[in-house]
T-cell receptor
Framework: NAGVTQTPKFQVLKTGQSMTLQCAQD?????MYWYRQDPGMGLRLIYY???????DKGEVPNGYNVSRLNKREFSLRLESAAPSQTSVYFC???????????FGQGTRLTVV | EDKVVQSPLSLVVHEGDTVTLNCSYE??????LLWYKQEKKAPTFLFML????IEKKSGRLSSILDKKELFSILNITATQTGDSAVYLC???????????FGPGTRLSVLP
């Protein structure tokens, strides 16, 4: 049982480049989330998807787009990367509200 | 605006010590409070608390919630070097779809 799988684990981008972070869960969870984690700031929600076919903005959505491709997969896209998007990105999922979230191993992204 | 504050932000202790980590929150229509342990990578779930005064326990770790005073504590007794990690507190509101995380407490346990 893999849980939540994120790819890639590491990425270096030049300013202005685009990329997509992939996330898949095999727990049949309804809700999925993308967070970024910066030193001293905890985890901040970028976007979430409460169910297949729906997505909503979180606390820091600017510069990002998401796609809930199906129940398993939730991708995060940076259209034009900026140095301020250098961070560690975590995908998470839970079955529904009021249940704990399970996290992927994270993607360390550096934008130069 | 929903807010979660943790203290201390950093703590260094020696093996065998007991530590108490604090989490206070301001959230509209509180549903639950969760504790996670984050070592090198993914946060891993420790506890979910929804009711005041009921202690949750797992081995040397325990946690309790006070919904009147809006805080929770996480206790670790007889600490070991393997307890070194960042401990994250998160709160979920009934009306919300997501968890609001605090900045975390970085615990270092020295041999």
């Amino acid at each position: 049982n893999a849980g939540v799988t994120q790819t890639p684990k590491f990425q270096v981008l030049k300013t202005g480049q685009s990329m997509t972070l992939q996330c898949a869960q095999d727990m049949n969870h309804n809700s999925m989330y993308w967070y970024r984690q910066d030193p001293g700031m905890g985890l901040r929600l970028i976007y979430y998807s409460a169910s297949e076919g729906t997505t909503d903005k979180g606390e820091v959505p600017n510069g990002y787009n998401v796609s809930r491709l199906n129940k398993r997969e939730f991708s995060l896209r940076l259209e034009s990367a900026a140095p301020s998007q250098t961070s560690v990105y975590f995908c998470a999922s839970n079955r529904d509200r009021a249940t704990e979230a399970f996290f992927g191993q994270g993607t360390r992204l550096t934008v130069v | 605006e929903d807010k979660v504050v943790q203290s201390p932000l950093s703590l260094v202790v020696h093996e065998g010590d007991t530590v108490t980590l604090n989490c206070s929150y301001e959230v509209t229509n509180f549903r639950s409070l969760l504790w996670y342990k984050q070592e090198k990578k993914a946060p891993t779930f420790l506890f979910m608390l929804t009711s005041s005064g009921i202690e949750k326990k797992s081995g040397r770790l325990s946690s309790i919630l006070d919904k009147k005073e809006l805080f929770s504590i996480l206790n670790i007794t007889a600490t070991q070097t393997g307890d070194s990690a960042v401990y994250l507190c998160a709160v979920e509101a009934i009306s919300g779809q997501n968890f609001v995380f605090g900045p975390g407490t970085r615990l270092s346990v020295l041999p």
